[in-house]
T-cell receptor
Framework: TQLLEQSPQFLSIQEGENLTVYCNSS?????LQWYRQEPGEGPVLLVT?????EVKKLKRLTFQFGDARKDSSLHITAAQPGDTGLYLC?????????????FGKGTKLSVIP | NAGVMQNPRHLVRRRGQEARLRCSPM?????VYWYRQLPEEGLKFMVY????????ESGMPKERFSAEFPKEGPSILRIQQVVRGDSAAYFC??????????????FGSGTRLTVV
């Protein structure tokens, strides 16, 4: 059974601060996706990383896929209140079942104005 | 271009009743995936369907749960004789391609089922 551990579980920071959240596993994934989920809504895709060592930037968000494709990180620069939400990582398994995503439990981020 | 549409948004059922959750994929998407999110838990894969075919139902409980995606109309997740443990948020996602993990998935807003 593949597991994805996200840390920290909760994070409360002041507006303007930087932060990093982590997504770790002992399993190799063919790709890893990051989603953000607002209360009462479904997950919204932020980015997909596919290649080991890949770095993708989305405005103030930087995503990195580990060289071994077992872990990933999300770094937010100068956080804003609009960044508040639940951040989920999800790994797609290698092989024929790659449609089946394994989700972490998420990091709940609160950015205080 | 409407996204993935799920209805109802909220559903309350008494123990023993049936729950029917509907999902209309994005236009042009013929692959549908159902996930369940229990309180304080991550989303768990339930089933993957294409039109008129169940491709993988390995995440579905063996009893009381069934899913379909007919040629016409939305995909339906059906839960018979609901119990309190079925209370959760059920999400549907769709994609235009088989195993589109490199592009990510579009999720609906979910159906929140409460069993009383």
């Amino acid at each position: 059974t593949q597991l994805l551990e996200q840390s920290p579980q909760f994070l409360s920071i002041q507006e303007g601060e930087n932060l990093t959240v982590y997504c770790n596993s002992s399993s190799v994934f063919s790709s890893l996706q990051w989603y953000r989920q607002e209360p009462g809504e479904g997950p919204v895709l932020l980015v997909t990383v596919v290649t080991g060592g890949e770095v993708k930037k989305l405005k103030r968000l930087t995503f990195q896929f580990g060289d071994a494709r077992k872990d990933s990180s999300l770094h937010i620069t100068a956080a804003q209140p609009g960044d508040t939400g639940l951040y989920l990582c999800a790994g797609a398994s290698t092989g024929a079942g790659s449609y089946q995503l394994t989700f972490g439990k998420g990091t709940k981020l609160s950015v205080i104005p | 271009n409407a996204g993935v549409m799920q209805n109802p948004r909220h559903l309350v059922r008494r123990r023993g009743q049936e729950a029917r959750l509907r999902c209309s994929p994005m236009k042009g998407h013929s692959h549908v995936y159902w996930y369940r999110q229990l309180p304080e838990e991550g989303l768990k894969f339930m089933v993957y369907l294409q039109k008129e075919n169940i491709i993988d139902e390995s995440g579905m409980p063996k009893e009381r749960f069934s899913a379909e995606f007919p040629k016409e109309g939305p995909s339906i997740l059906r839960i018979q004789q609901v119990v309190r443990g079925d209370s959760a948020a059920y999400f549907c996602a769709s994609s235009p391609l088989f195993s589109d993990d490199t592009n990510g998935y579009t999720f609906g807003s979910g159906t929140r089922l409460t069993v009383v």
